[in-house]
């Protein structure tokens, strides 16, 4: 008894019902493939690493901790326009955006700034949507060895500004390198 049933794409299949043998419904044989396999991962090698000691090799396109960078004046480029929070499958981005004051000029390059910006690090993926979808090259996965590290506190998972943004002297520094260079 075959019956015809249509997808969701439009195609019809056919599907049959086919009756099982006697073997197959005993499922000796499919124990015995799992078994098989069972065993033939018993005599591999393991694939062990001692952390402290040794370091693993990071992939090339590794995407770490985020990072939200500054211009070449020290002040900070993201203009709170939100596509970061848009683009994430996750929903870990929120922020809030404020006008600038005119005694912060030094501080922020556009009109709007984000006065929160705040990441939890339990919902991100680590796809770098976000990094793509930033109009400022603002927001940056650093391809650093820094990691998030392990906490018991599930507040300390929620990275605000104070952790996010790109130290003063780190961008002034690569600053310096860029106008020796």
Request: charged share 30%; hydrophobic share 35%; glycine share 4%.
């Amino acid at each position: 008894m075959s019956i015809e049933t249509v997808s969701l794409s439009g195609r019809k299949t056919q599907v049959s019902n086919k009756k099982m043998t006697f073997l197959e419904s005993l499922y000796l044989v499919a124990i015995v493939k799992g078994l098989f396999i069972t065993i033939k991962h018993l005599f591999t090698r393991k694939v062990t690493i001692k952390y402290p000691e040794q370091k693993r090799e990071m992939s090339p396109v590794y995407r770490g901790q985020h990072m939200l960078m500054r211009d070449d004046e020290g002040r900070e480029r993201c203009t709170a326009c939100g596509l970061c929070a848009l683009s994430c499958p996750a929903e870990a981005i929120t922020m809030k955006a404020e006008e600038r004051k005119p005694e912060e000029k030094h501080l922020y390059r556009e009109e709007k700034y984000a006065s929160i910006y705040e990441i939890n690090m339990l919902r991100c993926i680590f796809c770098g949507l976000c990094e793509e979808a930033c109009p400022k090259q603002a927001i940056y996965l650093t391809t650093s060895k820094k990691i998030v590290q392990a906490d018991y506190d599930r507040g300390e998972f929620i990275y605000g500004k104070d952790k996010l943004v790109m130290p003063l002297e780190q961008a002034l520094n690569n600053t310096k390198l860029k106008t020796a260079n």
